[in-house]
């Protein structure tokens, strides 16, 4: 199954390759990973996206806490949370398929955030699947380049 | 006070009550090496190697129970300690190892000696740090050791500029407490864990304690002892974990795991209560997982909540020290009435009668199960016995049983052969009153041969009790018994003369190839207090460790020695058991 570790360590170098390295050592796999400093820059907020069954997901968590620049992780998905990802996907366009990637950004409710004549750059911000949608939904040919940040998020609960 | 990044350095190990380093020197630490030679409280040990170095302070602190230290210089000083590092990290054992770097203004930069430290040693160390600034210094320390010896211990490594040992600044001291958001190592016990932990107990018919490596470095013997003795259950002990709980006594059945009694095994496998403590169900100890332990409710007592559910599926955890939830576990079960386990006791020394550590002596020949007996014999079981890697490491397992902790002293997790020479001389600076002896092999001892020039000039006598089978002899077992006795690169053609190569290094030297002179030779090894004695001991070399479970199989599916005719080689057969 999915899951979304928020995990909360020190701003220090070599954080994230601690955590990183955790995975790779111990054959946990990463599907995506965020990472930046929060409102506090002494700490940095890293969202991973991993799959795995519960035991793993518990290893998983049990191990990120045990390293020593980890404050605190949370399993995102075993809480009411939000989750976000942003594409940026740039998109080539000619006079004869203009309208329907119109349509498409608007029922995505996408942003041209860059117009050249014979391109788009679009962002879209949404859940994973909403942006999987998205890129099926554009003829293939016209995706030039896509470029997604991984998830992120935090639980509802204050 | 006005100091450099290296005086600091030194004031902060003597804050720490550091008396021991283990270490070489080279460009990167020159400034530190100047710096200690300026102290008077802290002896430093010149080693040959840096892998001996990390072995010898791992060996100290196995000992003693103290933080180890070593010092090594930049690049190819830290590499040759990787091997010791990862030793210890895999053993659980408190270290701190600092390790020179290359000036802050050159990393990165492919400079002379240098290499990515933090990086090469993240994944075997507890924590590591790179220090570029000596404002940072003595935290840093301070930090280092708390991480180290706090918790689950292990390695934590410094790795410091050169430029930080030189710059000159302000020294407020060494910091006397430290605080970590990010590092809470004390914990609270949960007691209704403890109290679900009882619930199973008391239930219990079959119950057995498996004690391990934990139960050694949380000084947990006396807790230990008094749970075991309070409830008449049976204990094993894994290979980390002897002489927590004494090996000698009729509540023990010995060593459990790949080479352990058949009692052993067998009461694992027939239990119905496993207490685990401080044990991590390595594969060496629960053979075939889909067979391990059917009929048990296993109650998982450890400090690190990552080693609860790693391997095996516990019924109970309880997090903590394990002297803590040890007592609340004698407190818990005050009063309470345990079942009868007397036909458990019956059924225990059934499998006792099987005696599977017997084995046939042969006329002329000397058996390596002899030489440890001898060794146990001649030292009244009181000796500390450190080990290198392989077949003499578990017959010292085997046929030493050891009555107190930290008297046995080996590289179980990573099994790094060479640990056991460094290993000896740390420990016998630790213990100096005490007997050290090292039991190792003529494959093992060549790996850290150099540390008997290091023992010469720190007057550290040990004594070296190599079982010389000419053979590499876990692999050629293993050689012999699934690969069809193709002895593919096994055997040591062109061994050195050990008794020479010896006095060479200033020792005494002493062939044994009879086994009428084998004790007379230990018995005067012994007496010579002060020097260091290799006993070169021709051995059998056809003997394998028995009993044995192999790859893939349960523990009540052990091999023994043959039964019927018990021949010197184990072309005699071995029994399915």
Known sequence: MRHIISIQLENESGALSRVSGLFSARGFNIESLTVAATNDPTLSRMTIVSVGDDDIIEQIVKQVNKLVDVVKVTDLTATEHVERELLIVKISISNNTQDDVDAQLDHFNAKVIDAAEDAYIVELAGKSQKINDFLAALNADQIIEVSRTGVTGVCQKI | ?577
């Open chain 2, 1 to 577: 006070m006005k100091l450099n990044g290296a005086q600091i350095l030194v004031d902060c190990l003597k804050s720490e009550g550091v008396k021991h380093i283990f270490g070489y020197p080279g460009g990167a630490v020159l400034h530190i090496y100047d710096a200690l030679d300026a102290c008077t409280t802290i002896d430093h040990i010149l080693v040959r190697h840096e892998q001996g170095a990390v072995h010898a302070a791992d060996g100290y602190a196995r000992t003693s129970g103290k933080c180890g230290v070593s010092l090594v210089t930049s690049g190819p000083g830290l590499t040759n300690a990787v091997t010791g590092i990862a030793t210890a990290f895999t053993d659980s054992i408190p270290m701190v190892v600092i390790s020179g770097q290359v000036p802050s203004a050159v990393i990165g930069s492919d400079a002379f000696q240098e290499v990515d430290a933090v990086g090469i040693t993240r994944s075997c160390v507890k924590h590591n740090f790179l220090v570029k600034n000596a404002n940072d210094l003595a935290e840093t320390v301070k930090k280092a050791f708390y991480i180290a010896t706090t918790g689950r211990p292990g390695p934590v490594l410094i790795d410091i500029t050169k430029d930080t040992t030189i710059a000159e600044i302000e020294y407020e001291g060494y910091p006397e407490t430290i605080k970590m958001r990010s590092y809470q190592p004390e914990m609270q016990i949960n007691n209704e864990q403890v109290a679900k932990a009882i619930a199973i107990i008391e239930k219990s018919q079959k119950p057995i304690i498996y004690s391990g490596g934990g139960s050694v470095i949380g000084n947990a013997s006396e807790v230990l002892t008094a749970l075991t003795r309070n409830t008449g259950f049976p204990i094993t002990q894994t290979l980390m974990g002897l002489g927590a709980y004494p090996g000698t006594d009729k509540q023990s059945v010995g060593m459990l795991g790949m080479h352990g009694t058949y009692e052993a095994n067998m009461a694992m496998h027939d239990s119905d209560c496993i207490i685990a403590v401080g044990a991590r169900f390595d594969d060496r100890i629960t053979g075939n997982l889909e067979k391990f332990c059917p009929y048990a409710k296993i109650i998982h007592i450890d400090i690190d909540p990552s080693s609860v559910g790693k391997v095996v599926g516990v019924d109970v955890s309880v997090i903590g020290q394990v002297n803590d939830v040890l007592y609340a576990l004698i407190q818990g079960l005050e009063g309470k009435t345990l079942p009868n386990i007397d036909p458990w006791w019956q059924q225990i020394n059934e499998w006792r009668k099987v005696d599977s550590l017997a084995y046939k002596t042969v006329e002329g020949v000397i058996k390596p199960q002899t030489v440890i007996e001898a060794l146990y014999e001649v030292t009244n079981g009181q000796a500390i016995v450190t080990s290198d890697v392989g077949q003499h490491q578990m017959w010292a397992a085997q046929y030493y049983p050891f009555d107190k902790p930290r008297r046995w002293i080996n590289s179980g997790g990573l099994g790094t052969m060479g640990f056991g020479l460094p290993a000896a001389m740390g420990a016998k600076l630790a213990e100096p009153e005490l007997e050290v002896a090292c039991v190792t092999g003529d494959g093992s001892i060549q790996m850290m041969l150099q540390e008997l020039s290091t023992m010469l000039q720190y007057h550290t006598p040990v004594k070296i009790i190599s079982l010389n089978n000419g053979y590499l002899g876990m692999v050629r077992q293993w050689q012999e018994f699934f690969y069809e006795k193709r002895y593919s690169m096994s055997y040591m053609d062109a061994l050195p003369d050990f008794v020479k190569l010896a006095e060479s290094y200033g020792h005494i030297g002493i062939r044994v190839e009879k086994e009428e002179d084998l004790k007379p030779a230990l018995i005067e090894a012994f007496k010579q207090k002060d020097r260091t004695v290799f006993l070169d001991i021709i051995t059998d070399p056809n003997e394998n460790v028995f009993p044995m479970i192999p790859s893939g199989a349960g523990h009540h599916e052990m091999l023994l020695a043959g039964r019927d005719e018990m021949a010197s080689t184990n072309d005699s057969g071995l029994n399915l058991v």
